[in-house]
């Protein structure tokens, strides 16, 4: 059964979607959503020969060679242009995730939706949705097995509304539900930057512009936080 992260992630596709699973690992996803919808056609790429061959399996078991299509590479070069429509990047760290969108910019011209779950620094990505004209236009926040995770879908557009600071940081979205589980997560999230901050203030050398900018963010944290009660 798949993760209740990936169904999330997939309930965001459009129906007869031609997407890409960039870093798909066992190509869950790419399966699930083509078994659960005929019209669908995937590709699944990951960087590393272990997790390619686990997708290879996973695509043969369940007989969908002829829908998902494997391929390794880095990123977004396992695409040629114009390949798909839909680019799907989940379970790596947001500043990975900018990274590959960054270096993949070639291949997302017909790229109208990008479904984005980083599993931490999530501001990295909606900074680069904001550069690249993306609107974000969903965003989910869910626990499992003991991790928070968010999930952020940019959808290709004209207008963009530009966000705030602060938007980017807590997610435009998510700061307007504030969810209980928003509030565990920037609990957990103030106790850890408090940490840090004070593990800098008592370093030798210490990064003057960096703790200021981790300041202003304890602040953000600090009043979202203040909200709640
Ligand atoms: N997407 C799946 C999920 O959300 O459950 C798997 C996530 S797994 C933790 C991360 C995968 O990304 C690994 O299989 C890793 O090899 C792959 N990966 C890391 N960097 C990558 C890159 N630059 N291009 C493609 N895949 C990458």
Redo the contacts with the bound molecule.
């Keep these: 059964k798949l993760?209740e992260?990936?169904i999330t992630?997939a309930s965001f596709l459009p129906i007869g979607a031609n997407f890409a699973?960039?870093?798909?690992?066992?190509a869950?996803?790419p399966c699930y959503v083509c078994m659960n919808d005929e019209t669908a056609r995937a590709i699944a790429?990951?960087?590393?020969v272990?997790?390619l061959s686990s997708a290879r399996e996973t695509v043969s078991k369940y007989n969908l060679t002829h829908v998902v299509d494997v391929r390794l590479?880095?990123?977004l070069q396992?695409l040629k242009e114009n390949e798909v429509e839909q680019v799907?990047?989940?379970?790596?760290g947001g500043s990975?995730i900018r990274?590959?969108l960054e270096q993949g910019q070639d291949k997302l011209g017909r790229v109208e939706l990008i479904i984005a779950?980083p599993n931490v620094d999530e501001k990295n990505v909606r900074k680069w949705y904001m550069e690249n004209d993306y609107q974000i236009q969903d965003e989910v926040i869910l626990e499992e097995n003991g991790h928070i995770y968010e999930i952020i879908v940019g959808k290709k557009s004209t207008n963009l509304k530009p966000l705030t600071d602060r938007e980017i940081f807590f997610g435009p979205i998510l700061l307007k539900e504030r969810l209980p589980l928003f509030y565990k997560k920037w609990q957990i999230e103030k106790d850890k930057l408090s940490r840090v901050l004070k593990q800098m203030g008592q370093a030798k050398t210490k990064d003057h512009t960096k703790m200021a900018k981790f300041k202003i963010q304890l602040e953000w944290i600090e009043e979202v936080l203040e909200d709640a009660k």
Aim: glycine share 20%.
């Design positions: 993760s992260r990936l992630v699973d960039i870093g798909s690992d066992h869950y996803l790429g990951d960087v590393r272990g997790p590479g880095d990123g396992v799907v990047i989940a379970g790596m990975l990274t590959i779950q």
